[in-house]
């Protein structure tokens, strides 16, 4: 496996031979990373260059974008060759991505049984266990025998994506088991189906999130998983390589949206496109930012006679951002496991804001003695002292309280979890710490 | 397959049958989940009503909390019986973790080709890649025929964790090729494995980071990866399922660590573990939050003139933390996949600038005319603008460079970039913005 560099790259793209010579060194996968950032001119040529067969393994590892700009130096006719070399899903992923007209033009000149096969596929949503499915499975039927069950593998096995997963059905293509391959290579020529299979199988049905499939395959540690219609009939099976896709996508999708950006983001997004991504999110914030702002301002004539404390104040409050954001982080990561109630988890609350009080006196404390060296002010030191455990006991009551509303209003956690929770202990913060102060003002003045 | 409620789970407790009635219906790991809250006496009565093989499958299935427990509670010998059961991958991840003097009284206790396997086993960390992979595979040679091979498959698949891909090696154990089932079942009996093998297979040595290897799994679609030592040989290979646990674990991580909590902590943590956890975080955060404090003691006069400055610098520092965790969290992302260099990526740099001043000026303009209208003073407004920007672009260049730096000393981006990112846009936001209104002082004043 070679390593594929720039130069190497536009060394190989002089002339078609060279191209190609170079094609058989490198994994499709990296060639189509690589590529990413060359111009249409030369995408074009690897286009006219390339057989069917490798560029097929191409577009298939390439990403949204690229596969657009390849599929537009593709004509119809030319991408249906190309098409022979894939699976079914990737197809339906590739055609669902292009154009209305041209899709509608590229499945009018398919075979009709592909066709009706592809029009079915494209039923579900991209990040549904119907849209990630393939329809090349290896199915079965309870009474055949184990010779003529080797046999049918045999003539389907090299276009099946699964082989050591076989699916048993009735007459109605019903689901009814599954075998492994080492049991029936350890059976009896003459035995039947029926007496190998298993009949508890793990299913799902089309419509159900790409998440939960995920969560399935990784928690019984399957190596695929079949999806069944309402009546129970197998419509296809969705394979482990497809599952770390969806896994890979979904925590990256959780990682960056609490962060405020939007998956699709990259390094190569253009400026408009970021900025469409990310400048939405900072306008909320905004609306934060200045709910802050109006509760410091609330305590403009006290901050006017004690000016110290608009250096200590985002202390308290910054402080109170970081232990939200732990609390949440963790029962963000928990919700995304199962499902968690109040009811059954009030201990793990009340452990929280123990937690809290101790975190918030220990960082309090610390505070207390370097303000009270900085300004020498006793109540100061205190107050800053108790509006820290102050501070630390909303953000864990929010970090805790938030994550889990938001799931009960069907709402993703991961997304909007962090606004409310830094609302919160910027809002609470300055008003604890401000507040306190207005109160012992008699004690502050003069400092 | 049901679903386990806690009455259920207590029902099952009353006696052994209920219990085995009970475990019939339920998958290991949805039971391994359920008891972890019961108390010593169930764990103990549950080691007890179970046999080898499906305590075998609890053990596996649990956490290493749950694992340490149980194992607690079964001596010995019959341990050593429940081993059986399981893969050798498996059993060195439970010894692993039990005190050295268990440890080393168990493997005495083992025949002595297994006490070889596990010895060795035990050489590699927990997570590198001969910590992860099993010695289960089947290896052929490349001059047996077709059929000897079948009958080789049929005798070892039932011990196997991988029987779609086939390991060939040569007469000193190296690793020379792969074949796929599908090919193995499509060929004539009497065709020589170097017919139908393929010769360039990936591999990973028993050094390599599980992450490695987990992208190594994720990138080229692996259903398993061989591992080999330095000569070659074959050594295990590692296969999907774990892939999937390594990934999950691994961004789990990220995640956590970016919000400054270790990826051990999970609700069910004791309070003390919670603090010995959190605080050390906290109390790094808490050195960020004076650095931003005596920013703005700096500038005390120029508060104490126009105090309207405490409520509204908060706005700029906010929104600048709130930018600069988008553009971190984009390279923490990209870093995670490939490298970057600074030389082949600076357009995106200047892109990332750019996108700063015009966020920058879009959330300026409007906190702008909100300030104005709050104060009625232009040059207030002004500075705001002016600042939201400049901040803008402090969050733009530390949230670019601050991943890379760290990446390039060899630290991992996900855990501290946060801390000097928000470092860096506190402490120059305060600076930016309280500046700017000392520079205009004579303008601000009598607000």
């Given at each position: 496996m070679e390593k594929i560099t720039q130069e190497k790259l536009q060394d190989a793209l002089q002339n078609q031979d060279s191209f190609l010579a170079f094609y058989v060194d490198v994994e499709p996968v990296d060639l189509a990373l690589a590529i990413e950032n060359l111009d249409d001119d030369d995408i074009q040529k690897i286009c006219q260059w390339l057989e069917d067969e490798p560029l097929s393994e191409l577009i298939e590892d390439a990403d949204d974008d690229l596969r657009l700009r390849l599929s537009s130096f593709i004509d119809d006719h030319r991408l249906l060759s190309v098409f022979n070399f894939m699976q079914k899903d990737d197809i339906v992923d590739i055609i669902g991505d292009l154009p209305t007209g041209r899709k509608k033009a590229l499945i009018n000149l398919m075979r009709s049984g592909d066709q009706k096969i592809i029009k079915e596929l494209l039923k579900?949503?991209?990040?549904s266990a119907g849209g990630i499915m393939t329809t090349s499975y290896i199915a079965i039927k309870a009474n055949w025998t184990v010779a003529q069950s080797l046999q049918r593998i045999r003539e389907i096995a090299d276009k099946s994506?699964?082989?050591e997963t076989l699916y048993v059905i009735d007459d109605t293509k019903r689901l009814i088991g599954e075998v492994d391959l080492r049991n029936m290579l350890g059976a009896?020529?003459?035995?039947?189906i029926s007496t190998i299979m298993d009949d508890s199988v793990i299913s799902v049905q089309p419509e159900v999130d790409q998440e939960q499939v995920a969560r399935l395959v990784s928690r019984y540690d399957l190596t695929s998983i079949p999806v069944v219609n309402k009546r129970g009939a197998i419509l296809g099976i969705i394979t482990v390589d497809d599952v770390i896709d969806v896994i890979v996508e979904e925590y990256e999708e959780d990682m960056l949206q609490m962060a405020g950006v939007n998956r699709e983001e990259d390094l190569s997004s253009t400026l408009s496109e970021s900025i469409r991504m990310r400048l939405p999110w900072l306008m909320v914030n905004l609306l934060t930012a200045f709910l802050a702002s109006f509760t410091v301002k609330m305590f403009q004539n006290t901050i006017e006679q004690v000016v110290a404390l608009s250096a200590t104040m985002t202390i308290v409050t910054g402080m109170g951002g970081n232990a939200g954001t732990q609390t949440m982080s963790i029962l963000v990561r928990e919700l995304a496991k199962r499902e968690i109630s109040l009811k059954e988890n009030w201990k793990a609350l009340v452990k929280e804001l123990l937690l809290s009080v101790v975190d918030g006196a220990a960082t309090g404390i610390v505070t207390a003695i370097i303000v009270y060296f900085m300004y020498g002010n006793f109540y100061l030191a205190l107050i800053i002292f108790i509006a820290m455990i102050g501070n630390l006991l909303v953000s864990g009551l929010f970090g805790f309280l938030v994550p889990l509303g938001l799931k009960k209003l069907h709402?993703?956690?991961?997304?909007s979890s962090t606004i409310f929770v830094t609302t919160a202990t910027d809002v609470l913060g300055f008003f604890i710490f401000l507040g306190l102060a207005k109160l012992f003002i008699s004690h502050l003045a003069g400092m």
């Open positions: 579900y949503p991209e990040e994506e699964v082989i009896q020529k003459a035995q039947r709402a993703d956690p991961a997304i």
